[in-house]
């Protein structure tokens, strides 16, 4: 699934397209011209211009020269990765296994005071036992192709939680009814996860809520996305890590997390819910 067309990634990469134009038009060159300068087809230089191709430091270096504007290429290279950090397939993240990638997240866990957390497919991360989220990223891996080392991963993935019992954070999490019946390991593996729900539960830092297979929807099911304070949405994709910065679309995901707690069950309700589905396991 790509980026949408209006977030901050093509928006990153259009902003990037525009300024290469603007070196070109400045050194009076036409397409034409640059592309024999830098020795490719003028077709990628009307892919790199419209944003329809995001070009390699290498491109960037030899379009600067062919320009006479050596001194932009270095700016221009740093704006180009940071957009490239905005969207990241999973392969590439997971190329040498998940456990690195689950390690590189800390820093930004320990310094988020809120965290609000939208599931619909699987439990939430920061609440998931090492059973469960070793059954889960072996699932994963296998999925994606990349190198399996869940174990290593999952233990990474509960040291990284130790946010919910320390410092001072609070998390709202939220999921689907449905996600009580995902099963990932066997029964025991589920049973376990589904009661640390209940346990998780009664920590005064974490608000836990259900939303019921029943309820009359007033916000349809999302991909799962995480807001951290008010700085950035990290949206989980099939094939890839969305994040988004732009305070206006972190203002739409807040107000879906609103209305999708509107609809959410809490407390007695939500721990009802979860019992029954611990109960199904038998």
């Not at 830098?38 to 070009?55: D, H, L, M, V, Y």
């Not at 174990?151 to 009580?180: C, K, N, T, W, Y």
């Not at 203002?251 to 999708?260: D, V």
Request: charge should be neutral; glycine fraction near 6%.
């Amino acid at each position: 699934m790509p980026a949408p067309k209006t977030s901050s990634f093509q928006q990153a990469r259009e902003a990037i397209a525009a300024r290469l134009r603007d070196l070109r038009l400045d050194a009076e060159l036409t397409g034409r011209e640059l592309a024999e300068r830098c020795g490719w087809s003028e077709s990628k230089s009307s892919r790199i211009e419209n944003a329809k191709t995001p070009p390699s430091a290498s491109d960037i270096r030899k379009w600067c020269s062919a320009c006479g504007a050596d001194d932009q290429a270095s700016d221009l290279i740093v704006a180009n990765r940071t957009a490239d950090s905005m969207y990241v397939q999973w392969k590439r993240l997971h190329r040498t296994g998940i456990r690195r990638h689950q390690e590189s997240a800390v820093p930004l866990y320990e310094q988020t005071r809120q965290f609000r957390v939208y599931c619909s497919n699987v439990i939430p991360g920061l609440v998931q036992t090492e059973a469960y989220a070793t059954a889960l990223l072996s699932t994963i891996s296998d999925f994606q192709g990349t190198p399996n080392d869940a174990p290593e991963a999952a233990a990474a993935r509960v040291e990284r939680s130790h946010v919910i019992r320390q410092g001072r954070h609070r998390f709202a999490l939220l999921m689907e009814e449905d996600v009580l019946y995902h099963r990932f390991g066997d029964a025991e593996v589920m049973a376990g996860q589904l009661g640390y729900l209940l346990a998780v539960m009664a920590l005064p830092s974490v608000s836990l809520g259900v939303i019921p297979r029943g309820a009359h929807r007033r916000m349809w099911t999302l991909e799962t996305f995480m807001i951290f304070d008010d700085h950035e949405v990290q949206i989980e994709l099939l094939t890839a890590e969305f994040k988004v910065s732009q305070p206006g679309e972190i203002t739409t995901y807040a107000k879906a997390f609103s209305r999708l707690s509107g609809i959410a069950v809490h407390g007695a309700a939500a721990r009802g819910l979860i019992t029954e589905a611990i109960g199904s396991l038998a």
